[in-house]
């Protein structure tokens, strides 16, 4: 690879080579899908096709604690999605999801069945159709909403800007690492400065703004993505700790970052879900390794 430096962008890119890093098989630079490929369909109304990343993350716990709530509507399957094979440019999921990521998810039970893609949209998309973790209070709703998608809008700077960079490209670059962790940290701030007045992302109340940000930035400060809480002194950032460590300890939590989940210890792992039995009476033992990195 050319020094960064000395590189001149051409006047019309070309899609020519690899980028290199780590899942420079599945970039690519035009849409759309590479195989035709039906997805399975269990005997739920919800069925979700995903990964445990932390935005598939997302969606598990959400169903996760709905079911926990009392919500027997939201049982659903989850069927695994190895985004590193390129399954999710099957026909059958970009019929799903045109973008080509994981989750996409299809409810079932309207007539005609409903797709949803994009994490944020299928959190908001069971909110409302089950009246749960949701601020009804108007004012209340909208700092919901404010921080559902403040998630949606910095999450690509610590993944696809930060992470990339530290843990994934071919070569370390300082600017781009410099940059990115300097974003990251500002984020931090918000957060702990946010958290500081508030024992949620919304007062005092539980809800879809937790569920989005706590997989990406909860992941972070407890060094379960990309091995960098020591270098972006994680550790400083003490009410968004407090925070973290007070959503892991719940149950739905637990259970909904285990499913779809192909890397780590294997009792952490369910790689798919039909049931709530599934938790009990996992086989994955007899499942073969996967190389899916979370």
């Not at 909403?145 to 990339?164: D, I, K």
Request: hydrophobic share 40%; net charge negative; with cysteine.
């Amino acid at each position: 690879m050319n020094d960064a430096s000395a590189y001149t962008p051409p006047k019309v890119w070309k899609w020519e080579m690899e980028s290199g890093g780590a899942f420079a098989n599945i970039n690519r630079p035009v849409a759309g899908a590479t195989h035709d490929r039906d997805l399975p369909v269990g005997r739920h109304p919800i069925q979700l096709y995903s990964l445990a990343t932390p935005n598939g993350v997302k969606v598990t716990v959400m169903l996760e604690e709905l079911l926990a709530a009392g919500h027997d509507g939201a049982e659903y399957d989850a069927w695994l999605i190895r985004i590193n094979d390129g399954e999710q440019f099957s026909s059958g999921f970009v019929e799903i999801n045109p973008n080509s990521k994981i989750p996409a998810m299809v409810d079932h039970g309207a007539a005609p069945p409903i797709r949803v893609f994009e994490s944020g949209a299928i959190l908001l998309y069971l909110a409302e159709k089950f009246g749960a973790f949701l601020p009804g209070d108007p004012a209340k709703r909208a700092e919901c909403l404010n921080w559902l998608f403040w998630q949606m809008g910095s999450a690509p700077y610590l993944g696809g800007g930060f992470g990339h960079f530290y843990a994934y490209a071919p070569e370390k670059f300082e600017y781009a690492i410099d940059r990115y962790a300097m974003e990251v940290k500002r984020q931090l701030d918000v957060l702990d400065r946010h958290l500081a007045d508030n024992e949620y992302m919304c007062a005092d109340e539980y809800t879809i703004a937790d569920m989005a940000i706590w997989p990406w930035y909860g992941a972070l400060v407890l060094n379960k993505a990309y091995d960098a809480a020591e270098f972006l002194d994680a550790k400083s950032y003490t009410h968004v700790n407090r925070w973290t460590k007070q959503i892991a300890r719940r149950a739905a939590v637990g259970r909904g970052r285990m499913v779809n989940r192909v890397s780590g210890p294997l009792e952490e792992q369910l790689r798919e879900r039909h049931e709530a039995g599934d938790f009990e009476n996992k086989t994955q033992d007899k499942l073969e390794p996967a190389e899916t990195k979370p």
